[in-house]
């Protein structure tokens, strides 16, 4: 398990808890409380982002709401790997919203916010609380729900989604037991707009308490969690470079699988020219399936600046690197 400290000063930092197959709900508003996501693209946009960033850090995305101002998102990470993940995701974001915009600065207010997730049982609530968000909000009523694109409740409906997978059995079965079919999802609708008006049940699921705090789940589990962060917090050098260097472990073991796979070595990126179509191949198909970083490509590849790295795998991507397009296909299939 990985422990870290938001920044702060006393008492009043949060803790920040990470181990393989933890479970959270996170959360983070704009700067300033500024409507980032007022026009639909800009919510398509962090759609794609988030969607990019479970593919990539492999996490299981259980459900997810964008509204005007702010996002959600329950989801699982079988790598315990939620900064990483989160950083990629925020910066991403806004660094495509700042370009679009012609602007500068933080998009974001502070750093996101996470909820540490007992079980599934428990995230099945937060994830009802999520899709209720919209109508909380008074963006639609709950009749229309369906219709508020932004939100696992609509994409997980369509049957003809094909993106990265959205666990939406752990909703379904939250509320009775239902199944993912049609018959299902009319009775998951059903139960939203049921558990809308209910207060006295949300009451019961504790809705008041799905945004606080830093655990959601019983007594001893939050217990057990502020035991285990004590033990490692003796140490939080320690603790941040094991990570550091188990990631780094990670991109090295694929990176070395692909040169293998394209016949090529380590020593010969010395040689040949920064933009040589298989390293642009390998650094693309890595920044697709892990959270690596530009430098350390940069660096691993000796493909020169780290810029320089996106500038070739965004043009690979647009279709103007058609050599490392057929090579790419050579090394699609390796992944974490």
């Not at 759609?47 to 960033?53: D, G, N, S, V």
């Not at 090529?264 to 198909?285: F, G, L, R, T």
Request: charged fraction near 25%.
């Amino acid at each position: 398990m990985y422990v870290s400290l938001l920044p702060g000063g006393g008492m009043a930092r949060r803790l920040r808890i990470e181990f393989e197959g933890a479970l959270y709900h996170v959360m983070s508003r704009g700067n300033y409380r500024s409507p980032i996501f007022e026009e639909p693209g800009a919510k398509a946009a962090f759609l794609r982002c988030l969607l990019q960033a479970s593919e990539r850090a492999g996490w299981v995305l259980h459900a997810f709401v964008i509204m005007s101002n702010h996002y959600h998102i329950a989801l699982g990470t079988p790598r315990g790997n939620l900064s990483a993940g989160m950083q990629w995701l925020q910066s991403t974001f806004a660094t495509r919203f700042n370009r679009f915009r012609a602007e500068n600065g933080h998009v974001f207010h502070g750093r996101y916010k996470a909820l540490l997730v007992e079980s599934v049982s428990e995230l099945a609530k937060v994830c009802h609380y999520i899709h209720l968000n919209p109508v909380r909000a008074g963006l639609t009523p709950v009749e229309r729900l369906g219709l508020y694109r932004y939100s696992s409740y609509a994409l997980g409906r369509v049957r003809k989604y094909d993106g990265p997978r959205i666990e939406v059995e752990t909703f379904l079965s939250g509320a009775g037991g239902l199944a993912n079919t049609s018959a299902g999802w009319r009775s998951y609708g059903q139960y939203l707009s049921w558990l809308a008006a209910a207060d006295a049940e949300q009451k019961r699921l504790r809705f008041e308490a799905m945004s606080r705090g830093w655990v959601i789940g019983s007594a001893d589990f939050r217990r057990d969690m502020a035991a285990s962060a004590r033990a490692k917090l003796g140490s939080p050098q320690h603790a941040r470079a094991e990570t550091r260097d188990a990631k780094h472990a990670l991109w090295e073991s694929l990176c070395s699988r692909m040169l293998e796979r394209l016949g090529k070595k380590y020593d010969e990126a010395k040689k040949e020219k920064k933009s040589a179509a298989w390293k642009i191949a390998v650094a693309a198909q890595m920044k697709s399936c892990c959270t690596v970083k530009n430098p350390w490509l940069a660096d691993r590849l000796h493909m020169g600046d780290p810029d320089g790295v996106s500038r070739y795998v965004g043009e690979l991507a647009k279709g103007q690197r058609p050599s490392a397009s057929f090579l790419i296909k050579k090394i699609t299939d390796i992944r974490v």
